[in-house]
């Protein structure tokens, strides 16, 4: 599976983007996509995921309410809706995927298998 992550740009605190990741391959139900960010001088983190066996949705505290995950399998594609976007989500997100991830390992980004480029998200205040 290969995958293209794009949407990003800069944006002025409030506003929101919709990142795309998109596989060569069928990402449909059998794996787990996530989005993580990078901030310059900071470690990777973890932003959302739709799991593979049940399609749930998961986020970190930080964007939960202000983000979506979804998916669309028929385009192959995984968006991430952001809300309310402020300077705090300035930085370099990427998408990812795996086919037999475990719920208790989403956050965690070695466990996946598959990366796409990233995407820069700019939030001014």
């Known amino acids: 599976v290969q995958l293209q992550a794009s949407g990003g740009g800069s944006v002025q605190a409030g506003a929101s983007l919709r990142l795309s990741c998109v596989a060569s391959g069928s990402i449909s139900r059998p794996y787990t996509v996530a989005w993580f960010r990078q901030a310059p001088g900071k470690e990777r983190e973890f932003v959302a995921a739709?799991?593979?066996?049940?399609?749930?949705?998961h986020y970190s505290s930080s964007t939960k309410g202000r983000f979506t995950i979804s998916r669309d399998n028929a385009k192959n594609t995984v968006y991430l809706q952001m809300d309310s976007l402020n300077p705090e989500d300035t930085a370099v997100y990427y998408c990812?995927?795996?086919?037999?991830?475990?719920?208790?390992?989403?956050?965690?980004?070695?466990?996946?298998?598959?990366w796409g480029q990233g995407t820069l998200v700019t939030v001014s205040s």
């Open positions: 990812a995927a795996d086919r037999s991830l475990i719920l208790s390992s989403l956050g965690i980004g070695n466990q996946y298998d598959y």
């Open positions: 739709i799991f593979r066996t049940d399609t749930s949705t």
